[in-house]
């Protein structure tokens, strides 16, 4: 993990109490940011991830969407710091990739059975999917139903799809036509 101390947004001590158990015992927040997560309500749920569970079992950081959490055990405390990530949702991304490719490397027969065709796509028919649908919105403005016959996807594929495009700000909603989501390319 590459860190870069501009990344950092706050730390806080947690302690614990025999009696009430975990309490906030100090707070620092770093100008931008400080508003992502209220620490004086999740001090409870960040003590039990960090401390709760099998000895040597426990994580050392847990990535959350908007920040992640480094935590140092002491004692019965536990000092937080809190960062913001940078340019990690394309790591998030390719992750999810691999994924995928396990999860439909993995599948049973059965499961193939229940599915409808064209359920599975493998990774490299998703870029190929994903990069013409870019083409495509980058001359004309498609609603979402007409991708997915376009395409010949299911519906809950297509709109991951969209989704991931999203993310990666290739695409952007334009607006609707009925019910469907429009889109065109960013």
Same mark, same amino acid.
């Given at each position: 993990?590459?860190?870069?101390?501009?990344?950092?947004?706050?730390?806080?001590?947690?302690?614990?109490?025999?009696?009430?158990?975990?309490?906030?015992?100090?707070?620092?927040?770093?100008?931008?940011?400080?508003?992502?997560?209220?620490?004086?309500?999740?001090?409870?749920?960040?003590?039990?991830?960090?401390?709760?569970?099998?000895?040597?079992?426990?994580? @050392?950081?847990?990535?959350?969407? *908007?920040?992640? +959490?480094?935590?140092?055990?002491? =004692? /019965? #405390?536990?000092?937080?710091?809190?960062?913001?990530?940078?340019?990690?949702?394309?790591?998030?991304?390719?992750?999810?990739?691999?994924?995928?490719?396990?999860?439909?490397?993995?599948?049973?027969?059965?499961?193939?059975?229940?599915?409808?065709?064209?359920?599975?796509?493998?990774?490299?028919?998703?870029?190929?999917?994903?990069?013409?649908?870019?083409?495509?919105?980058?001359?004309?403005?498609?609603?979402?139903?007409?991708?997915? @016959?376009?395409?010949?996807?299911? *519906?809950?594929? +297509?709109?991951?799809?969209?989704? =991931? /495009? #999203?993310?990666?700000?290739?695409?952007?909603?334009?607006?609707?036509?009925?019910?469907?989501?429009?889109?065109?390319?960013?």
């Amino acid at each position: 993990m590459n860190f870069n101390e501009n990344e950092l947004f706050g730390a806080a001590l947690i302690g614990f109490d025999m009696i009430d158990g975990p309490f906030l015992k100090w707070k620092k927040e770093n100008g931008q940011g400080t508003n992502i997560v209220n620490l004086d309500e999740f001090a409870m749920s960040f003590y039990l991830a960090f401390r709760g569970g099998n000895a040597g079992k426990k994580p @050392r950081a847990i990535l959350y969407d *908007n920040f992640y +959490i480094v935590a140092f055990p002491r =004692d /019965l #405390e536990l000092c937080c710091l809190f960062m913001k990530p940078q340019g990690i949702e394309n790591n998030i991304q390719q992750l999810n990739k691999i994924a995928n490719r396990y999860m439909n490397e993995m599948e049973t027969p059965n499961d193939d059975e229940e599915s409808k065709d064209g359920e599975n796509i493998n990774t490299n028919e998703l870029d190929e999917i994903e990069r013409l649908i870019v083409n495509v919105l980058s001359e004309i403005e498609m609603s979402t139903p007409e991708l997915r @016959r376009y395409f010949k996807v299911s *519906n809950a594929q +297509i709109w991951k799809i969209m989704s =991931d /495009l #999203e993310s990666a700000k290739k695409v952007l909603r334009k607006g609707k036509k009925g019910r469907a989501q429009c889109w065109i390319a960013a």
